[in-house]
């Protein structure tokens, strides 16, 4: 590991505002000394760490930082809208967004291979970030969300490029990583500290190609909005009830076949939402979660009633192993 990729002993570790404070201060310092007055790009997904980067770079260089939010078409329900008002209205950012919807939903089309699924939606977003790029004269520096864990990972050979987003070799371009020797609950006690919403900072682990693995088998865009509906319901309802900041995962699957029903007196023929309640430390391991039962019903209420295409709910009971936190 190169002595710069290394977090050394004495580092103390960001629990406190005043911690914080102090790392964002340094952090400015040395990006406005690295970048002096030259642009830099930054691939803003609206997940944790690019947030923070973003925040933190906005604070170093303002407009010099230049944010691309690529909507996919896979993430969750208002989070574009959230990245454009957060980034661009509040905090003045130079933020380009793309729309990729139906560039992406046309690459994955009756594409039912979970593997190669996750191969286009990546590449494809390399493709569309590369574009965008190459449209903006004279950038030198590449910021990116990239934290501790992720430098541990890769050196131990567990993930490469875990991560849509994970960007060409040959972008050749100097990369800003302001956050890389922090912990996750530092990035978010520094994302607080920065003035993010809660609902950013303290935001579940998502996968970078998003809900498309909730979706399993060939996409369509009606079964993607039955992903999204319910998945917004269940945050709803989960938030209601006190449990956003206890549990560590929650979401929605709405799986690939169709089952009988009755809805209004009248046969329907539906698919299922599966609800995912888990718990981990590390991710390597989870157990379910207890969700109440008066919970689980308002939760089956809405969706059947709210989500179309929908006539059941069920609840994932399945710990890690055997299953995996996500569906594909
Ligand atoms: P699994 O399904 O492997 O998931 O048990 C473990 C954790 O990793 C998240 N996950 C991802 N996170 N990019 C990410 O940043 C990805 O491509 C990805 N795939 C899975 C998953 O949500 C869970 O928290």
């Avoid at 030259?38 to 803003?44: D, R």
């Avoid at 006190?242 to 549990?247: Q, Y």
Wanted: aromatic share 6%; proline share 5%; charged share 30%.
């Amino acid at each position: 590991m190169s002595e710069n990729n290394k977090r050394p002993e004495t580092m103390e570790r960001i629990t406190n505002a005043e911690l914080a404070e102090a790392f964002i201060d340094e952090q400015i310092k040395a990006i406005r000394e690295q970048v002096k007055d030259q642009k830099v790009l930054l691939a803003l997904s609206g997940g944790v760490d690019s947030s923070v980067v973003a925040a933190l770079l906005i604070k170093a260089i303002g407009r010099q930082l230049v944010c691309v939010h690529v909507n996919h078409g896979f993430l969750r329900k208002g989070e574009p809208e959230q990245v454009i008002q957060v980034f661009r209205n509040e905090m003045n950012a130079n933020l380009i967004y793309v729309d990729a919807v139906d560039r992406f939903l046309d690459k994955v089309a009756g594409v039912s291979d979970p593997e190669q699924k996750r191969h286009i939606i990546g590449e494809e977003f390399i493709k569309v970030f590369d574009e965008e790029a190459s449209k903006l004269e004279g950038i030198r520096f590449l910021a990116q969300g990239t934290i501790y864990p992720d430098i541990l990972e890769s050196e131990r050979g567990i993930k490469a490029h875990h991560n849509v987003g994970g960007l060409p070799q040959e972008m050749e371009m100097e990369l800003v990583e302001p956050v890389k020797l922090l912990f996750k609950d530092e990035v978010r006690v520094v994302g607080k500290a920065l003035g993010l919403p809660d609902n950013m900072v303290y935001r579940q682990p998502f996968p970078g190609p998003g809900l498309a693995v909730r979706c399993p088998g060939a996409i369509t865009r009606d079964r993607l909005e039955a992903v999204r509906e319910s998945d917004a319901i269940v945050r709803e309802e989960f938030a209601k009830a006190g449990l956003a900041g206890k549990v560590w995962q929650y979401f929605t699957v709405v799986p690939d076949f169709k089952s009988t029903g009755i809805k209004d007196e009248v046969r329907s023929f539906e698919w299922p939402v599966i609800v995912r309640a888990i718990n981990t430390t590390d991710a390597m391991a989870a157990t379910i979660e207890e969700i109440d039962w008066a919970v689980l019903h308002r939760i089956t209420d809405r969706i059947t009633h709210e989500v179309k295409g929908v006539n059941r709910v069920l609840y994932d009971l399945t710990p890690k192993p055997t299953a995996t936190i996500e569906y594909e």
